[in-house]
């Protein structure tokens, strides 16, 4: 069993209040446009008309060289945490996304990286965590990189 982890709630509302994002910045206050939107807590997108965050996302506990940094959006209002089954609503708006595995250093385990149509998430992510090699795994945009959301064993 798996599942499809959003950013915590404590970041999100630390955020939400004026906290500093992973470049040691606020965030961006801006409206959704309702496309392309993705917030990474509730990992539904943000509907057109309503406010979000725009910052800088580090999904790494340790500042290392495969701790990636990059874009991310959050609902500017609170919303409730993503807990459901499957993969997220997020994760259904593109054809394609990236998929790593990384291990317990959150390093980046060679070989576990491919590009996966988005009907085959859940499959790739379980078979990934198969490996013991592998603590946990990143679904990314495929054609941006930006980081969408952890895979964790359930």
């Known amino acids: 069993m798996i599942r499809f982890t959003p950013i915590p709630t ?3 509302e630390a955020l939400r ?3 500093l994002d992973a470049n ?3 965030a961006e206050r801006a409206l959704s446009d309702g496309d392309g939107n993705p917030c990474r807590h509730c990992l539904c997108d943000i509907p057109a008309g309503r406010e ?3 910052l800088a996302w580090r999904p790494f506990a340790t500042v ?3 701790a990636e940094v990059g874009p991310v959006f959050l609902c500017a209002e609170a919303c409730a945490r993503w807990a459901g089954a499957g993969p997220p609503p997020i994760l259904a708006t593109s054809p394609r996304y990236l998929m790593r595995g990384y291990g317990t250093d959150e390093r980046i385990v060679y070989g576990s990286g491919e590009s996966v149509a988005a009907d085959k ?3 790739a992510a379980a078979a990934r965590l198969a490996d013991p090699a592998i603590a946990f795994v990143h679904v990314r945009s495929a054609t941006n990189n ?5 895979v964790d064993r359930a």
Do not use: N, T
């Open 17 to 19: 209040q004026g906290g």
């Open 146 to 150: 930006c980081f969408q959301c952890r």
């Open 10 to 12: 404590a970041a999100a």
């Open 52 to 54: 979000m965050l725009i």
């Open 24 to 26: 040691g910045q606020p």
């Open 64 to 66: 290392q060289p495969y």
């Open 121 to 123: 998430l859940e499959a």
